[in-house]
């Protein structure tokens, strides 16, 4: 199937390395999903669901030790330590490819190879990229066909002498003490031994469309960040596009696929992506990006009709469902799905479940795998090869005190500033204390693949390379009154903030200019149909001094780690933040 003689060579290479009983090359077609779903039923790696209510769907249960990334077993095995930087687990590539390179030697036996070509992003565009992953997991296989493009199309795309990334997994023994996920960004290579969940070994995902790519954004002038990316349909039927960068628990699969309010008729959301965004800089001197994955990869627990009814609908059919409660009838439960538990099931451990069991059914990390196509707002652009045009870039967190709603960065490097100074604050149930700030630049901390204060020089570097760049703003849904409710009803109303910052892109909504940025005025939201007092929505666009002189030296604790690798221009920054904060107060 390939031409590449490079890739050929390659998997001939690993065959050699892993031993495997069998050599399986992927094409991708409807055929070959009927046959390995077949097969992994027969050996219970997956369950075939309730075809009736679920068609298409089957269910796959992990080992209990393998149930999110492991963040402290991830590696970027850079050449110098350095260039890993001080926010990443750092491991020599000499020693990384000996000690992992022992544990895949014979590894296969016994066991089938899957070769998996792969293309993130559309075929033939500018944005793609190419991987090849090599894996003896059909759970694997069935991900990556939802998730990426691939088989047959992405070996026509390789070509004779396409670059690709050489991406290699194995189960291993599935033993906390023998996993590995590295990265080897000088040599386009990602090993993961000895896990199975999608996180740790659907290699497209996080670790070739973030860590790896953002190293070869970084070479080659473009960026690949954690970013949703959507679509707002103005009642002129005007489109506009945003991408937007949150932490985990912060909403970013409610925004991508959101309801508008009914008091806001007119407006249309556009799903282009959830999780990762490709941008370059258009012909036309504006940022333009792609959504790199075919598929979405989601948490279960908490989506429901009432959180994200696009994200239930898109799943209802050829999805994978990972982790959650199977109930007698072959169907799925999870918690926060807004509908009764079943009065007896299976839980994600394998054992018999109630309601009384005293445990949840579901793990809290519970995933579905389901194809992009299916979403019921996918935007007609989401396959677009040139991507499409960007006005906003939004940055936001869990902040129960210090932001506004909404504000407007000043220009890109006061923009590349607050995104690198994002943070989202701990719950008193998660940690006995309410407020701790944990720093997620970019929400990227976990996902690029070389020095952070490097990213941080590429992004202010960007800035003269883009004539029309987009308008930079941070959002805040969560910020809470002195009883501890929450001060804005959230979800589809979210959208009226989104409104206000289209309109200021186009330069048609008033603002107040504040320390921090831009502010909107009240009279420039939409607020119509929303009951909310004067008194809240003053506290929602409140600028706190004393709070924000608290946050510089919190910023500065975070930048202390980065030394003198740190852009002055971030120091120029906070400068000017603390003198416009003295003349505030």
């Known amino acids: 199937m390939f031409r590449n003689k490079e890739a050929v060579k390659w998997v001939e290479e690993m065959v050699s390395l892993c031993k495997p009983d069998h050599v399986v090359w992927c094409d991708g077609s409807e055929e070959e999903?009927?046959?390995?779903?077949?097969?992994?039923?027969?050996?219970?790696?997956?369950?075939?669901?309730?075809?009736?209510?679920?068609?298409?769907?089957v269910y796959h249960r992990t080992a209990q030790?393998?149930?999110?990334?492991?963040?402290?077993?991830?590696?970027?095995?850079?050449?110098?330590?350095?260039?890993?930087?001080p926010t990443n687990n750092w491991m020599d590539p000499k020693e990384a490819y000996s000690k992992v390179g022992e544990m895949f030697d014979g590894c296969m036996k016994g066991r089938t190879m899957y070769v998996i070509p792969f293309v993130m992003g559309t075929p033939g565009s500018p944005f793609r990229k190419i991987g090849i992953e090599l894996s003896d997991s059909i759970y694997v296989v069935l991900n990556m066909r939802i998730m990426t493009r691939m088989g047959k199309v992405a070996a026509d795309d390789l070509g004779e002498n396409e670059e690709f990334t050489k991406c290699l997994h194995s189960k291993g023994?599935?033993?906390?003490?023998?996993?590995?996920?590295?990265?080897?960004?000088?040599?386009?290579?990602?090993?993961?031994y000895g896990s199975g969940y999608g996180g740790n070994v659907l290699l497209g995902k996080k670790c070739l469309s973030l860590r790896i790519a953002s190293y070869m954004g970084m070479q080659e002038g473009w960026m690949a960040e954690h970013m949703l990316i959507v679509g707002i349909e103005s009642p002129d039927g005007e489109i506009t596009y945003i991408a937007a960068a949150f932490p985990s628990a912060c909403g970013k699969t409610n925004l991508a696929m959101l309801i508008p309010p009914e008091s806001m008729p007119g407006y249309r959301i556009w799903t282009v992506g959830d999780d990762i965004a490709w941008i370059r800089i258009g012909p036309d001197g504006r940022l333009w990006a792609v959504?790199?994955?075919?598929?979405?990869?989601?948490?279960?627990?908490?989506?429901?009709?009432?959180?994200?009814?696009?994200?239930?609908?898109?799943?209802?059919?050829?999805?994978?469902?990972?982790?959650?409660?199977?109930?007698?009838?072959?169907?799925?439960?999870?918690?926060?799905?807004?509908?009764?538990?079943?009065?007896?099931?299976?839980?994600?451990?394998?054992?018999?479940?109630?309601?009384?069991?005293?445990?949840?059914?579901?793990?809290?990390?519970?995933?579905?795998?389901?194809?992009?196509?299916?979403?019921?707002?996918?935007s007609?652009?989401?396959?677009?090869?040139?991507?499409?045009?960007l006005s906003a870039i939004l940055f936001g967190g869990r902040r129960a005190k210090l932001a506004p709603l909404v504000y407007e960065s000043f220009n890109w490097q006061h923009g590349t500033f607050v995104g690198a100074t994002m943070a989202s604050e701990t719950t008193a149930a998660a940690t006995g204390a309410v407020g701790v700030v944990r720093r997620d630049p970019m929400a990227m901390l976990p996902f690029c693949g070389y020095d952070m204060s490097r990213?941080?020089?590429?992004?202010?570097?960007?800035?003269?390379?883009?004539?029309?760049?987009?308008?930079?703003?941070?959002v805040n849904w969560f910020k809470r009154d002195d009883d501890g409710s929450?001060?804005?009803?959230?979800?589809?109303?979210?959208?009226?903030?989104?409104?206000?910052?289209?309109r200021r892109c186009k330069g048609e909504a008033d603002a107040v200019e504040t320390p921090i940025g831009y502010v909107p005025t009240?009279?420039?939201?939409?607020?119509?149909?929303?009951?909310?007092?004067?008194?809240?929505?003053?506290?929602?666009?409140?600028?706190?001094?004393?709070?924000?002189?608290?946050?510089?030296?919190?910023?500065?604790?975070?930048?202390?780690?980065?030394?003198?690798?740190?852009?002055?221009?971030?120091i120029d920054e906070q400068q000017a933040l603390r003198t416009r904060l003295g003349h505030w107060g």
């Open 33 to 57: 999903r009927q046959r390995l779903t077949a097969e992994a039923a027969s050996t219970g790696e997956v369950l075939e669901l309730n075809q009736d209510a679920l068609p298409g769907c």
């Open 486 to 502: 929450f001060l804005w009803p959230g979800y589809g109303d979210n959208l009226r903030a989104i409104d206000w910052i289209i």
């Open 380 to 389: 007609p652009e989401w396959e677009n090869p040139q991507g499409v045009p």
């Open 65 to 85: 030790n393998d149930v999110a990334r492991t963040e402290h077993l991830t590696f970027i095995c850079s050449r110098k330590e350095e260039d890993a930087g």
């Open 522 to 570: 009240k009279e420039s939201l939409n607020l119509n149909g929303l009951e909310i007092s004067d008194r809240a929505l003053g506290k929602l666009l409140e600028v706190d001094h004393d709070a924000w002189m608290l946050e510089l030296e919190s910023m500065q604790k975070f930048f202390d780690q980065f030394g003198y690798n740190l852009p002055e221009e971030f």
């Open 455 to 474: 990213y941080f020089r590429h992004w202010l570097e960007m800035e003269e390379k883009i004539a029309n760049p987009p308008k930079i703003f941070n």
């Open 173 to 192: 023994e599935l033993d906390i003490d023998r996993r590995y996920i590295l990265h080897f960004p000088e040599d386009n290579t990602i090993w993961s």
């Open 291 to 378: 959504n790199p994955e075919a598929g979405f990869f989601g948490v279960a627990p908490g989506t429901s009709m009432k959180t994200n009814p696009n994200a239930m609908l898109t799943a209802r059919k050829n999805s994978i469902f990972t982790n959650v409660l199977l109930t007698p009838d072959g169907n799925v439960w999870w918690e926060g799905m807004d509908v009764p538990p079943p009065v007896e099931a299976v839980d994600w451990k394998g054992d018999p479940w109630t309601p009384q069991s005293g445990e949840k059914g579901s793990h809290p990390n519970a995933r579905f795998t389901a194809p992009a196509s299916q979403c019921p707002v996918i």
